[in-house]
């Protein structure tokens, strides 16, 4: 009887833990990088720097000239000079490749904020496009943001 009921316990326990675990455990990899997208935007809109810098790859590059320490400090800059940010990130597809560990991720980005009491949108002022591409590789298990580029207007 004893041990009935000690099984009885440990199984109520591991179906718990599954329960719990889940979401971690069978999270598929667009999930994964959403989340990691996501982390991001919210990270500058609470202008929290040292979040924002784990959302991204010590190797990080993009087509401003920026690598991982260079963005670093011009984020600093930016949270110091700006008011309140408002990020907003549409239109978000996610193309993964297993075998290679990698992922491309496009989307629109709106960044607006007040700068001299003047409300703007960063990502226009700074960027000229508001379409961008990332390229996102899995670190130790980790998605993480490698490299950001724009992309030109294109109409069909």
């Not at 401003?64 to 008011?83: D, S, V």
């Not at 591409?133 to 294109?154: C, D, F, M, P």
Request: hydrophobic fraction near 40%; charge should be positive; include cysteine.
């Amino acid at each position: 009887m004893k041990r009935l009921i000690f099984y009885g316990a440990l199984l109520l326990i591991l179906v718990t833990a599954i329960i719990t675990m889940r979401p971690y455990l069978f999270s598929s990899d667009e999930k994964r990088i959403k989340k990691v997208i996501s982390q991001a935007e919210k990270a500058v809109e609470k202008k929290n720097l040292p979040q924002m810098m784990k959302c991204l790859s010590p190797r990080y590059t993009d087509d401003f000239g920026h690598n991982y320490a260079t963005l670093q400090r011009n984020l600093k800059q930016l949270f110091e000079y700006t008011g309140p940010i408002k990020v907003a990130v549409d239109y978000l597809d996610i193309e993964v490749d297993i075998e290679k560990r990698s992922a491309i991720a496009y989307f629109l980005a709106k960044v607006t904020s007040r700068v001299a009491g003047q409300k703007i949108d960063l990502v226009k002022e700074f960027c000229g496009s508001d379409r961008f591409v990332a390229r996102l590789q899995k670190i130790n298990g980790q998605w993480k943001i490698r490299s950001v580029k724009t992309l030109e207007y294109t109409f069909d």
